[in-house]
């Protein structure tokens, strides 16, 4: 469960950066690490104490996939897209990771339980196709591993 947003943590992560606009992918980093997302609220302050307008801070969390808006679920499963994944396998593996999930690409499910997301590239394409369940990258993910990785996190 994502922390609750508090505007004075807020205004302490921002000013650990110097609260300086070129920083702003950082102070994001940051946010999400402690929020796990981007809320409008957090948007506004941003901008405000760096002096800069709310739509360049929304313009860099909707550019980079790193960023989200709304809070995730409880686990985040992210499944790479890349070149190298594609061609051993990862469309497939999305197309049965929604299934099984029971979630859309880009979605979280509606009990909160999982987020699926895509990635392109976890630096992991020797090993393709690759999956990340709550920030741990497996390598060599089929259909049935997936199904297991699953069960080790606590099920789908």
């Not at 790193?66 to 409880?74: A, E, H, I, S, V």
Request: glycine residues 8%.
């Amino acid at each position: 469960m994502p922390a609750k947003y508090d505007a004075q943590i807020a205004t302490q992560i921002i000013n650990n950066f110097g609260a300086k606009p070129e920083l702003l992918v950082q102070i994001l980093h940051a946010f999400i690490e402690r929020y796990s997302y981007i809320s409008e609220e957090a948007v506004r302050q941003i901008a405000y104490e760096l002096n800069i307008s709310r739509a360049d801070v929304h313009g860099v969390v909707s550019f980079y996939h790193d960023f989200r808006t709304t809070p995730p679920g409880n686990r985040v499963v992210k499944i790479c897209q890349a070149e190298s994944c594609q061609a051993m396998g990862s469309r497939e593996l999305t197309a049965y990771a929604e299934k099984t999930l029971g979630v859309a690409m880009n979605q979280t499910r509606d009990d909160g339980e999982v987020t699926l997301e895509p990635v392109y590239c976890l630096g992991n394409c020797a090993c393709s196709p690759a999956v990340m369940i709550d920030n741990k990258v497996y390598g060599r993910v089929d259909t049935g591993r997936f199904a297991d990785l699953l069960e080790k996190h606590g099920g789908a």
